[in-house]
Structure formats: structure tokens, C-alpha cells
């Protein structure tokens, strides 16, 4: 009964902090009392059906997902399977490093095989990293600031170390020690947070988003080179009211706006108009059907454009891009990319490396998932030092820093004009993780190997040891 208990206990929590439900909190704690089963006398087997009940109960919400109809479901069946079944191997390998070496290495055994082995999923997933832990944290920036160190994987372990601490701190009453450091590293994260929040901000920027759902409806019934244009000078008009209220830097959303390679300059012309008359720097998505394509056009005040394909196609839906290659640089500490390249931290650090201080981010969900995938945005931008302005269609309109605050935020209305403007700060720029990338995982995995060589080696020395003193007596 225990067991089912901790189960479902943990399931519920990893289902509302992972979710469509945001409970973030939840997450620190869920991990908790499967932890705690497997610390006890509860047979292995038992805490290894717990934790795979308690995985797939807490991936749940996927069977909500608009892009779950996308997804072949034998490939479905085996990505939860390799999830499902290295989570079962992480809190087996804590219980196995519990039972034979010291309380310290106990502490980090959890949060070091579940970090890695989320890094080595994420980095071979043609999702990215959907699905990581560190995101369910996003609404308490003070906890993810680790991230512009190491990565979103050093919040990751954050949070396995807490859930591990608590864990070892309800079932055992005398690892003070180890208790005490896990809480230790834990409360010098939260005063790391709270002291980057606090440093000043000077350098800003007025800036808005725009989402016009009727105009994006009427780009992709547009058939001629009149219709395309239509749809490129209502967007023109809101780049224009935008700019009446200060902003200067524009973004609109992915493929809101169709072109034809034929038609391209005679479309882009009312946009180009409006930054020459404003000075507004925008950032526009557009698509086109023949041939297939995802882009955005970065238009600057004198009139030139620079494009960017999207880098990473969604699977399943987007089979016909051909994935663009080129950087979103564009230089004085700006940069454009296109929704789901932001799901790729390789990616976007590369373009975070040249300076990056403001990202506009042309974007487009399927409603229920908008928060949850918009903030997978704002990591990046946490990670790389850099603001963002993301625009996304049936999603959020919105503008964070680089500190992963939303400073302005909007679901975008079924129909009609939604639109953000808002004081932005510019990020700092380069952070310590967007000059090391993912050194931090790969050092929980050494640290993860290590301690099982060693861990299993000294168990098989006092098997061997206990064996030869009974043939001996």
C-alpha cells in the first residue's frame, strides 16, 4: 500500500508541475517519496514499478498535446519507454549507492545519473528539450539563475538535489552532514538568484510584439500576390501604432505573413515603408508554399532585410521545410530565430556567443501549450544573456529579460489585434555557459560512472572478502 501511495503520490505532483497546470512548485517535491521508498526495505522491484507508475502518471498531460496526433505511435511508445526506463535507473542506481558507499556520494548519486541522463535524451530528440524538469521552474526566476553558469541542466539538478536532501532527510535521522550540504548548495542558489535579479538594468529598450489572428488567417488563404500584400499592410499599420508608443524593435508572428519569391519585394515594401518612416527595427514572419518555407525578415530603418530560415522544423508538421542553416546574427547585439530553434540550446548559444543582448523571436503554438512552450524561450535567454520578444500566433505575445522575468505578457485573442509594448532591458550578453555549453552534464556523467565503477567495485571486493572468510572458517 506504501508503495502504490508513493507512487501515485509522485505522479500527481510531476503531472501538475510538468503540465498544463503550472503547479512549479510541485516539482521540487516529486521525486520525494519514491526517494524514500527506495532508501527503505522496499523490495527493488517494487521501487522500480513505483517510480515507472509514478513517470508515465506524471506524463499524462502529453495525451493532451495538439501534436501528440503527429506523432507515430511506435515512436511515442518508445521515447516514453527510454524515459520511463532510465528514470527507473536513476533512483535504482541512488538506492544501489545507498546501501554501499557513504551518505555524501548517496546525495549526489540521484542528481547526477537523472541530469545526465536527461542531457544525453534531449541531445539525440528531434524535440530538443521538451520535456525537461528545469522548465517546470520557469515561473520563479530566483531558482533558474544557475542557468546562465551551467545551463538548464544545473537546474535540473537543483532540483533532484533538493527532492534527494528531503528524501534523505525523512529517512534517515544521522546524515546531518550530507542533509546539511544538499540544503547548503541549495539556499546558495536561491541567494545567487536573488542577487542577479537585483543587479541593475540600465541599457533600455522600448519594444513590442503583435499578433493579428485575423491577418495570419487571411495569410494563409491568400492565393495572389494582391492578397499577400493585403496582410503585409495591416501589419505595416500596427508596425506604425506601435511605433506612436515608442517602441523600436518589432517582432510579428512565425508565417503570419506570405511571400512568393517572385512577389517578395512588392509584398516586403509597406513594412520596409514603415521602418524608414519610424525607425523601428522589425522582426517578420512570413511563409511561403512554393517552394515550402519558414522565414523571418529582419528589416532595419534604412530599408535593408536580412533572412532567416527556421532551423528546426516541427516533426511531423513541417516535414516539407528544407532547415535553414544560416546564423540569426544580425548584428549590434541583436539576433532573430524562429520558435522551435529556441527548443535547441546548442543552437541558440552559438548566436549568443557573437553578443546577442536582444532576441526577436517570430513564433507559433497550438493554444493549450502556449505557456509551456513559450518558456522554453525564456531559458534560452536566461542561458545566453539576452532579452527576447516572442510573438507567438494561438499562443503568448510576450517580452522577458534576461533574467527570465516577463515584463509583458498576453494570450493572443482568437481574432483581431493582440499587441505588447513594454520598457525592455538589454541582456549583459555572453554569460559563463554560453562560453563553456555543456560541460556541467558531462561532468555529472563522468561523476555518475565514476561512482558506479567505484560503488560496485568496492561492493564486489567485500563480496569476494566475506566469501573467502567462510571457506577459510
Known amino acids: 500500500m506504501i508503495t502504490l501511495l508513493a507512487a501515485v503520490l509522485s505522479g500527481i505532483m510531476f503531472y501538475l508541475s510538468q503540465g498544463y497546470d503550472h503547479v512549479w512548485a510541485l516539482v521540487w517535491f516529486a521525486p520525494v517519496p519514491l526517494l524514500w521508498l527506495a532508501y527503505g526495505n522496499t523490495r527493488i522491484w517494487q521501487v522500480i514499478g513505483a517510480s515507472a507508475i509514478a513517470l508515465l502518471g506524471g506524463t499524462g498531460y502529453i495525451l493532451q498535446s495538439p501534436y501528440l496526433h503527429l506523432i507515430p505511435p511506435l515512436v511515442f511508445a518508445s521515447v516514453l519507454a527510454v524515459d520511463t526506463g532510465l528514470f527507473c535507473v536513476a533512483v535504482g542506481f541512488a538506492r544501489f549507492v545507498q546501501r554501499r558507499s557513504s551518505p555524501l556520494l548517496t546525495l549526489f548519486a540521484f542528481p547526477a545519473c537523472w541530469t545526465v541522463f536527461e542531457f544525453l535524451i534531449e541531445l539525440q530528440s528531434p524535440n530538443g528539450t521538451y520535456g525537461s524538469l528545469a522548465y517546470s521552474t520557469m515561473s520563479a526566476p530566483v531558482l533558474i539563475q544557475g542557468a546562465s553558469l551551467f545551463g538548464m541542466y544545473a537546474v535540473t539538478f537543483l532540483i533532484c538535489l533538493f527532492a534527494n536532501t528531503l528524501a534523505m532527510a525523512l529517512r534517515f535521522k544521522r546524515n546531518t552532514a550530507a542533509v546539511g550540504l544538499g540544503l547548503t548548495i541549495c539556499a546558495v542558489n536561491l541567494v545567487f538568484g536573488i542577487v542577479r535579479l537585483a543587479h541593475p538594468q540600465p541599457d533600455v529598450l522600448r519594444v513590442a510584439g503583435i499578433v493579428d489572428e485575423t491577418a495570419v488567417a487571411d495569410a494563409w488563404r491568400a492565393k495572389t500576390v494582391s492578397a499577400d500584400l493585403a496582410v503585409a499592410e495591416t501589419y505595416a499599420r500596427e508596425v506604425r501604432a ?71 522544423p516541427v516533426p511531423g508538421l513541417e516535414h516539407d521545410l528544407t532547415p535553414g542553416h544560416a546564423s540569426g546574427w544580425l ?37 493549450i501549450d502556449g505557456w509551456q512552450h513559450g518558456i522554453m524561450s525564456v531559458m534560452r535567454g536566461v542561458e545566453g544573456g539576452f532579452s527576447i520578444v516572442r510573438a507567438a500566433n494561438d499562443g503568448l505575445v510576450f517580452a522577458s529579460d534576461a533574467q527570465g522575468r516577463l515584463l509583458a505578457l498576453k494570450q493572443d485573442a482568437p481574432a483581431g489585434l493582440t499587441m505588447i509594448v513594454a520598457d525592455l532591458p538589454l541582456g549583459p550578453g555572453p554569460t559563463l555557459y554560453t562560453r563553456i555549453g555543456n560541460v556541467f552534464p558531462w561532468l555529472c556523467g563522468i561523476f555518475a560512472l565514476a561512482l558506479a565503477l567505484g560503488t560496485g567495485l568496492l561492493a564486489w571486493r567485500r563480496r569476494t572478502a566475506g566469501l573467502l572468510r567462510s571457506l577459510e572458517n
Do not use: N, W
Open 242 to 312: 506601435a511605433a506612436r508608443e515608442g517602441a523600436r524593435f518589432v517582432v510579428t508572428p512565425e508565417g503570419g505573413m506570405v511571400s512568393t519569391p517572385a512577389g517578395q519585394s512588392t509584398i516586403v515594401a509597406p513594412l520596409v515603408a514603415a521602418a524608414r518612416d519610424t525607425g523601428v527595427q522589425i522582426i517578420a514572419g512570413f511563409h511561403s508554399e512554393a517552394p515550402a518555407a519558414d522565414f523571418a525578415l529582419a528589416i532595419t530603418p534604412d530599408g535593408r532585410t536580412q533572412r532567416y530560415d527556421k532551423r528546426h
Open 331 to 367: 548584428g549590434d547585439g541583436r539576433a532573430e530565430e524562429i520558435c522551435k530553434d529556441m527548443d535547441f540550446p546548442d543552437t541558440i548559444r552559438s548566436d549568443a556567443a557573437k553578443g546577442a543582448r536582444l532576441m526577436g523571436v517570430p513564433a507559433g503554438d497550438m493554444g
